[in-house]
C-alpha cells in the first residue's frame, strides 16, 4: 500500500510541471479610494480640543510594479509587489480657539504585497486574496500643534478581489476591490499618552493593465 502510494505522489510531482505554468509580469494602474470614519472625532490636550473629521469624496492614486503567475490545471496563485499612493482629506477645527475648519490632505507611499488565488474561464479570471500593506513615507500632521502627534500603522492587513482578463497571452487587465480588515490606521496622541482611534477604515477600487513574460 506505501509503495502504491509513494508511486502516485511521484507520478503527481513528475507530471505537475507538465500542467503548469509560471509567468512574470509587469503593471500599473490607477486606485480611486473612499475613508469612511463613523462619527466625529474629538481630541484633547489639556485645554485644547481639535474636532478631526473624514472627507468621503473619492480619491485618486497610482499603484506599479511586479507580479508572478503559476498556473495549474486552470487555478493560479499571483503575488504581487507593487509601490502604491494614496490620500486622505479631513476636516480639521480648533473648537478652543473657534477658529474656521481646515481641511489637511495626507499622502501615503505603500508597499502593497497582494497574493491572489484565482480560477480561468477561457481569457476571464476570477479571484481573490489577502494583501499585506507595508507604509513607507511619513504622512503630514493632521494637527500642527506641540500638543499632539499622529501615529499611523505601519503594517496593516486587507483583502481584495474582483475580475481580469487576459488577452493573447500577454496583456493582462484586472478590476478589483480592495477592502481594509484593520480600523485605527491612524491615531493621534496628546501630551500625556492618550490615544485617539479616528476609527478610519479605507476602501478602494483598483483599475491596472499589465504585460506578462
Known sequence: MMKKLLT????ALISIPAFSQLKFGLKAGVSTSSLSMATLKTV???????????LTTAKYGFHGGAFLRLTIFGIYVQPEFLFSTRSNEYTVKNVTAATPSEVVKQNFNKLDIPVMVGFKLGPLRLNAGPAASLLINTPKELINSDGFKNMYSRMTIGYQA?????????????????????KYQNQIENATGTKFNLDDRANAFLFSVGLMF
Open 8 to 11: 502516485i505522489a511521484l507520478i
Open 44 to 54: 484633547t490636550s489639556g485645554t485644547t480640543t481639535y474636532t478631526v473629521d473624514a
Open 162 to 182: 474582483g475580475v481580469g482578463l487576459d488577452i493573447l497571452k500577454t496583456l493582462t487587465f484586472d478590476v478589483r476591490y480592495e477592502g481594509s480588515l484593520k
